[in-house]
Nanobody, 127 residues
Framework: QVQLVESGGGLVQAGDSLRLSCAAS????????MGWFRQAPGKEREFVAK????????SYADSVKGRFTISRDNDKNTVYLDMNSLKFNDTGVYYC????????????????????WGQGTQVTVSS
């Protein structure tokens, strides 16, 4: 059974930084693309960032490029999201996710492409 546990969310001011972590178990972590989505109140869940199984490839939503960095530690089965220069519009619940298939990079920008979800961690940015 796949389990993804996010941590690191909180209440911060605009311009601050946060690091989110996602610890995975029950999955061949080294073989999957991992990523982050977020969902603001009243809005649909949206793609934030993804990283391939080896960490060589990364992709970001335009809204976070240059501010957020995704990384992973395959020895710790953990994926991270470093968020800098946070803005009010970054507020939402952030979800960790696995890809649907082994060694697949394409897709994953749509929630329908996700294999498993974490429970989410709240990030609130005050303006």
């Amino acid at each position: 059974q796949v389990q993804l546990v996010e941590s690191g969310g909180g209440l911060v001011q605009a311009g601050d930084s946060l690091r989110l972590s996602c610890a995975a178990s029950g999955v061949a972590f080294r073989s999957y693309t991992m990523g982050w989505f977020r969902q603001a109140p009243g809005k649909e869940r949206e793609f934030v960032a993804k990283i391939n199984w080896s960490g060589d490839w990364k992709s970001y939503a335009d809204s976070v490029k240059g501010r957020f960095t995704i990384s992973r530690d395959n020895d710790k089965n953990t994926v991270y999201l470093d968020m800098n220069s946070l803005k009010f519009n970054d507020t939402g619940v952030y979800y960790c996710a696995t890809g649907r298939s082994l060694f697949r990079w394409t897709g994953f920008s749509n929630p329908m492409d996700v294999g498993s979800w974490g429970q989410g961690t709240q990030v609130t940015v005050s303006s």
